[in-house]
């Protein structure tokens, strides 16, 4: 029952975003683009204000360049990104990539982003990944998803009084449990809009595919060839996401 409000809300806000505020973390610039990037378009065209956090600065993410250098070509990468999109603003926090850990202070960090920006919606990762990253960052934003509503936790930072939904982009980790969707969103229209903002980060286009520049498009049959579900097909193209269970909110109870 509640899982159908859920959707129809998401629905509603779909329909006349203009109120809606989405705040989407990844943990390396370039990935909340590859899970989220064609709704995080369709919701900003819609008039929702969309924000993307990278949770590392990216500074290993290369195969030849590293250090500030590296970090300040992504951020400058990002913003580009968030400009393609549409997106109202792209923060990338400065945590070292590669050694991201679970700490009480990246979990303020946090907490802080989502009160800041007044969060109606937070996405996140799954914490099933093999890459520290992914899965400490998945960790950080369950483990911020109570706390965002209690005063005396980071009490500099106002409270929210509601708590946002929280969801996880889609992924084919089939350990503790595969993933199934609750929402599907066509991004036909924005498909070729999310590609642009993916061609936005050059320098993360050489890791994945090898120390050469990369287009999108090469990119999704890089990551399609892994396995199925990563980015839809070329007929009928869609983001899925889920609510995250055991997410408790005080006035509607259990997501
Ligand atoms: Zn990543």
């Known amino acids: 029952m509640l899982k159908i409000m859920v959707l129809m809300a998401l629905a509603g806000m779909f329909a006349s975003a ?4 989405v705040i989407a973390f990844g943990a390396h610039p370039d990935d909340c683009e ?3 990037g ?3 378009a369709r919701w900003a065209k819609a008039g929702a204000a969309v924000k993307f956090v990278s949770v590392t600065n990216g500074d290993a993410g290369h195969q030849e360049m590293g250090g500030a250098a590296l970090a300040r070509r992504r951020y400058a990468e990002a913003q580009e990104a968030a400009r393609r ?3 109202a603003e792209y923060e990338v926090m400065n945590n070292h990539d590669g050694e991201l ?3 009480l202070e990246a979990r303020r960090q946090i907490i802080r982003a989502i009160r800041q920006w007044k969060a109606d919606i937070v996405l996140a990762p799954r914490p ?6 992914h899965r400490y960052t998945g960790i950080l934003i369950q483990d911020a998803a109570y706390m965002v509503v209690v005063p ?3 009490p500099e930072s106002p409270a929210l009084r509601r708590n946002p939904v929280f969801m996880y982009y889609e992924d084919n980790f089939q350990k503790p449990a595969p993933f199934r969707p609750d ?3 066509s991004i036909d229209d924005a498909w070729q809009t999310k590609m642009d903002g993916m061609d936005a980060h050059v320098t993360a286009c050489t890791l994945t595919i090898g120390a050469r520049p990369a287009a999108s498009t090469e990119r999704v049959a890089h990551e399609e060839a892994r396995g199925p579900g990563f980015h839809g097909r070329a007929r009928g193209v869609g983001e899925t996401l889920r609510g995250r269970s055991g997410t408790e909110d005080p006035a509607r109870g259990s997501i």
Not at 18 to 21: C, I, K, Q, S, V
Not at 128 to 133: F, G, K, R, S
């Open 183 to 185: 929402v599907v969103v």
């Open 152 to 154: 005396n936790i980071v």
């Open 34 to 36: 590859g899970r989220f």
């Open 101 to 103: 850990m679970p700490t």
């Open 18 to 21: 203009a109120e809606l505020r």
């Open 128 to 133: 099933n990944d093999y890459h520290p990253d």
């Open 38 to 40: 064609g709704t995080a």
């Open 85 to 87: 999109l549409g997106i």
